[in-house]
């Protein structure tokens, strides 16, 4: 079945960059989601990618998609304190039309 | 000011009772959806909603149920069958279903956390 998996933590020092991986098993996804939680609160909408690219860049925000891997990756450079959240990965199935989640990478950002 | 909102923002029910929780979005979208956060889980969807007056079972609608009367709004209730439902509860949306295009993207409201006593 369709799966996405995401590291569960990752602890970095503020001002250095962050890198977060996902992995996702459905060759048929068209999008890949990139979201962010901090305690208490909703999904905010990062950011996302077309699978027939390879690279976005929003400000602070690179996404790299390697397809034939079926592995999409989030770096955050200088990191803040404020980046500190759970970050979802999320795949979009064109064959059902569902978001599949994986379970969330904590980003502990030290001071 | 566009967005999702969801209330109440925390819930407390007692064992046997059934709940509503509340989701209104003013983003003109057709499609909305429910699903339940546990800790150190993604997310499962419960149920969805491609228009008005339909809606689809998703992975987890055992003791669940919904309506989808207005576009506006798809209320979910949490009923005494439900043999777990101490969760975090969060509604989205999105314009389209298609499964291919941007209008897919899924937006999300606040959350409802809900305790059974």
């Known amino acids: 079945g369709e799966d996405v998996e995401q590291s569960l933590f990752l602890s970095v020092r503020e001002g250095d960059s962050s890198v977060i991986n996902c992995t996702y098993t459905?060759?048929?996804?068209?999008?890949l989601y990139w979201y962010k939680q901090e305690p208490g609160a909703g999904l905010q909408l990062l950011t996302y990618i077309f699978s027939n690219m390879d690279m976005k860049q929003d400000q602070r925000l690179t996404v790299l998609l390697n397809k034939k891997d079926k592995h999409l990756s989030l770096r955050i450079a200088d990191t803040q304190t404020g980046d500190s959240a759970i970050y979802f990965c999320?795949?979009?199935?064109?064959?059902?039309?569902?978001?599949?989640f994986g379970q969330g990478t904590t980003l502990q950002v030290k001071p | 000011d566009g967005g999702i909102t969801q209330s109440p923002k925390y819930l407390f029910r007692k064992e046997g009772q059934n709940v509503t929780l509340s989701c209104e979005q003013n983003l003109n979208h057709d499609a909305m959806y429910w699903y339940r956060q546990d800790p150190g889980q993604g997310l499962r969807l419960i149920y969805y909603s491609q228009i008005v007056n339909d809606f689809q079972k998703g992975d987890i609608a055992e003791g669940y149920s919904v309506s989808r009367e207005k576009k506006e709004s798809f209320p979910l209730t949490v009923t005494s069958a439900q043999k777990n439902p101490t969760a975090f509860y969060l509604c989205?949306?999105?314009?389209?279903?298609?499964?291919?295009?941007?209008?897919?993207?899924?937006?999300f409201g606040p959350g409802t956390r809900l305790t059974v006593l």
């Open positions: 989205a949306s999105s314009r389209g279903t298609s499964g291919s295009t941007s209008t897919d993207t899924q937006y």
């Open positions: 459905d060759s048929s996804s068209t999008y």
């Open positions: 999320a795949a979009l199935s064109s064959n059902t039309g569902k978001l599949i």
